[in-house]
């Protein structure tokens, strides 16, 4: 198998430990990349900023630390779905998230971030149609979202957001047809 033409590495539910190891940076076709639910160490590894096609990061319930690291903002310009939640994280929220063009679902719910919030942050204007899950205290929206694996090893997804005390609900938001 060529590691460096995969394109979908699910290992999310499992009982991983220890860090991400650095290497994942040769999958440089990867679209996506689900670690979530896992009971991994450490920080986000550098070394994913090499995977600039990205469209998934799960990297949800996972047990990382450190910063959450601007060259997300920065690199990972393909992005569409960004779980980051209940993790272990230190600091604000980087302002360089502001600049994800396709982002759709930004979920950084129970991860212990503090300070001020990018501008583009639960802001209906900027963010149109994208989902946040920000609930913090400094936050003033938040989001229930929800993503399954059916046994057929497609990917199906959804995401419900409260916003204002309007739900909105989307499926199937990875569809190459939107």
Same mark, same amino acid.
């Given at each position: 198998?060529?590691?460096? *033409?995969?394109?979908?590495?699910?290992?999310? !539910?499992?009982?991983?430990?220890?860090?991400?190891? !650095?290497? $994942?940076?040769?999958?440089?076709?990867?679209?996506?990349?689900?670690?979530?639910?896992?009971?991994? *160490?450490? #920080?986000?590894?550098?070394?994913?900023?090499?995977?600039?096609?990205?469209?998934?990061?799960? @990297?949800?319930?996972? &047990?990382? /630390?450190?910063?959450?690291?601007?060259?997300?903002?920065? *690199?990972?310009?393909?992005?569409?779905?960004?779980?980051?939640?209940?993790?272990?994280?230190?600091?604000?929220?980087?302002?360089?998230?502001?600049?994800?063009?396709?982002?759709?679902? @930004?979920?950084?719910?129970d991860s212990n971030l503090?300070?001020?919030?990018?501008?583009?942050?639960? !802001?209906?204007?900027?963010?149109?149609?994208?989902?946040? *899950?920000?609930?913090?205290?400094?936050?003033?929206?938040?989001?229930? /979202?929800?993503g399954y694996y059916d046994? #057929?090893? &497609?990917? $199906? =997804? #959804?995401? &419900?957001?409260?916003?204002?005390? %309007?739900?909105?609900?989307?499926?199937? @938001?990875?569809? %190459? =047809?939107?």
């Amino acid at each position: 198998m060529h590691w460096s *033409s995969l394109q979908i590495l699910n290992l999310a !539910n499992n009982r991983f430990f220890g860090r991400i190891p !650095n290497f $994942v940076g040769i999958l440089s076709w990867i679209e996506t990349f689900d670690l979530q639910n896992n009971s991994f *160490s450490g #920080e986000i590894p550098s070394s994913l900023k090499n995977c600039s096609g990205l469209q998934f990061l799960g @990297l949800s319930n996972t &047990s990382l /630390s450190g910063i959450i690291p601007n060259w997300i903002g920065e *690199s990972l310009i393909s992005l569409n779905f960004l779980h980051l939640k209940s993790n272990h994280f230190v600091g604000g929220i980087p302002w360089e998230l502001c600049q994800l063009p396709n982002i759709l679902l @930004l979920d950084l719910f129970d991860s212990n971030l503090s300070g001020h919030r990018p501008w583009c942050i639960c !802001n209906p204007t900027t963010l149109a149609r994208k989902a946040i *899950s920000a609930k913090h205290h400094f936050f003033n929206c938040s989001l229930v /979202s929800n993503g399954y694996y059916d046994y #057929e090893g &497609s990917y $199906v =997804d #959804e995401a &419900s957001f409260i916003w204002r005390g %309007k739900e909105y609900h989307y499926e199937n @938001l990875t569809s %190459k =047809d939107h």
